[in-house]
């Protein structure tokens, strides 16, 4: 009987043996090697795999750009410097002006700023207030003050101040851009990480009716963009914003200082 069990151990102990050999060697051969581009590729993601650069995570964007099917430069968390790496190991040319972005919530309007049209009382949760007549809010363009913005950033960017107001830490924002597509409004777009001054609204309504709405919402009154012509201050559609690209500091200032509305702020 020992000798039977004996004699089935060492059977099966050599069946295990062998097919393990032979998985080694299966590995070996049919092992699919990575292109070294890839491999640096893949080296120098930030890691962060928030999407933003329309794929699934670091490795399938490097992939990508791999594969030649995606762009250079599209990762906001790695910014310039990481397009500029990409740039290098795929012998392409990458151009300079790539500052990193972060998101900033255009609205300083609060319950007791803003009118209101109906109490809310329903799922704590933008687009589920949005579906009820485009929000509480009597400015439809406005921030609804719910947080599904900061549900979804992944990386823990935005909070709810103590007054109510929904605030990015611009520190912290890796720049992915999930907050704007998931926020109803509008309200909060992706602005340079270097913008000393923003405007703070996102109505674009004429003068009289944001009056009748909201206390600190912009007129389209333009006086930011005449009266401060080289602040880069442009009025369109009722809306003053800013133009990063040609805004000297002094003058946009002195835009914020002239506005009557207060609502082009500093960051």
């Not at 009987?1 to 049919?30: E, H, N, P, Q, Y």
């Amino acid at each position: 009987m020992l000798t039977a069990i004996l004699s089935a151990f060492l059977v099966i102990a050599g069946m295990g043996l062998v097919l393990g050999l032979g998985l080694a060697i299966a590995d070996k051969k049919l092992a699919v090697s990575k292109d070294e581009k890839l491999i640096e590729l893949e080296g120098a993601m930030p890691g962060a795999n928030c999407g933003g650069c329309g794929f699934a995570g670091c490795s399938a964007y490097a992939e990508a750009v791999f594969k030649g099917e995606a762009e250079v430069g599209l990762c906001s968390p790695g910014g310039a410097a990481l397009a500029q790496k990409m740039g290098q190991i795929m012998g392409v040319a990458v151009s300079a002006d790539m500052e990193k972005k972060v998101a900033f919530v255009h609205c300083r309007g609060s319950e007791a700023l803003t009118g209101q049209d109906f109490a809310y009382q329903g799922l704590k949760d933008c687009n589920a207030a949005f579906l009820l007549q485009a929000g509480p809010n009597a400015c439809k363009e406005g921030c609804l003050h719910l947080g599904s913005c900061a549900s979804v950033c992944p990386a823990g960017a935005i909070s709810k101040d103590p007054e109510g107001f929904i605030v990015v830490d611009a520190a912290k924002c890796i720049g992915c851009a999930k907050c704007t597509t998931v926020c109803p409004t509008g309200a909060i777009k992706m602005i340079p990480a270097s913008a000393s001054h923003v405007v703070a609204c996102n109505n674009h309504e004429p003068g009289g009716r944001v009056r009748s709405k909201c206390q600190v919402g912009c007129i389209g009154c333009k006086i930011c963009e005449t009266k401060a012509p080289g602040s880069g201050c442009h009025v369109t559609s009722f809306l003053s914003t800013i133009d990063y690209h040609e805004a000297d500091e002094e003058a946009l200032a002195q835009a914020a200082s002239l506005c009557p509305r207060k609502c082009i702020i500093e960051r």
